[in-house]
């Protein structure tokens, strides 16, 4: 059984701002308010005075915290909060994967396909969870509560093959622990990632990537490095191994200053 949330207003009955699943409709995401503004507001304060534009990644992270994913209302929200179209916020927001365009679930679920997990069974594990759950590629439980995805690459090629769920990871995966965190997150736990933070829900990280610390007491530093990433820093370190000729104070070259020596280096 296939079944996902749709925001549509070019279908059926559908309008906008309403979810459908399998017949069933249920109202939209919470409206943006006030509070929302005010911490769209101290957000734009954290960039230079004429540049708040730069604020939009992260007051996308805002809109995903309190609605789930990038409404139409957000991207409107953005616009006229930084002072720019809604067709460039569409455009950023489309671009990048982690802005979400249709309702995620609580616990985002992504699968690395990419070349190392693929081979090491990453593939396996996607086909697992995604028969399991009945659900595709960036579709969602009828309960809402899962959405799966595949990635191209979590950037953890040396714990392959990797998940992770609201992007904490869980390394050198299988098919069946795999499936064991994913029912263990339908049974209302919240399995222990490998490294890093513990979990949270997706609007709560949501809220993180927009800039606001994990307010959990421990959480922030919680999440030592794993082994294998330290392994080649503890070779050089043996070895008196360094970049060569790098001073760490080196000042970084504005590009005013390149242009005017011919772009020399
Ligand atoms: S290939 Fe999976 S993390 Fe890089």
Request: glycine share 10%; charged share 25%; with cysteine.
């Amino acid at each position: 059984m296939m079944a996902t949330h749709n925001v549509r207003g070019d279908e059926g009955n559908v309008r906008e701002g309403e979810v459908r699943d399998e017949g069933r409709t249920t109202s939209g995401p919470p409206p943006l308010t006030d509070a929302t503004r005010e911490k769209a507001r101290e957000i734009m304060a954290r960039y230079p005075r004429g540049r708040e534009r730069s604020a939009l990644l992260p007051m996308l992270h805002l809109v995903q915290s309190e609605q789930g994913y990038i409404t139409p209302e957000g991207i409107a929200f953005c616009a006229e909060m930084l002072g720019i179209t809604k067709a460039q916020v569409a455009a950023v927001s489309t671009f990048y994967t982690m802005f979400k365009r249709r309702p995620t679930g609580d616990w985002l679920v992504s699968v690395c396909t990419n070349t190392m997990c693929g081979v090491l069974g990453g593939d396996k594990i996607y086909k697992t969870l995604s028969e399991y759950l009945g659900v595709g590629h960036d579709e969602t439980t009828p309960d809402g509560k899962i959405t799966l995805e595949h990635t191209e690459c979590l950037a953890a090629c040396d714990y392959a093959p990797v998940m992770t769920v609201n992007y904490e990871f869980f390394d050198r995966m299988d098919p069946d622990s795999a499936l064991e965190v994913v029912q263990r997150l339908q049974n209302g736990e919240r399995p222990t990632p490998t490294r890093g933070a513990r979990l949270c829900t997706f609007r709560e990280i949501s809220r993180q990537l927009a800039g606001w610390a994990d307010d959990r007491e421990g959480a922030v530093g919680e999440g030592r490095a794993g082994e294998p990433t330290l392994a080649g820093n503890r070779l050089a370190e043996r070895y008196g191994i360094s970049v060569a000729g790098f001073d760490p104070s080196t000042p970084i070259r504005k590009a005013a200053d390149a242009a005017e020596k011919g772009g020399s280096k």
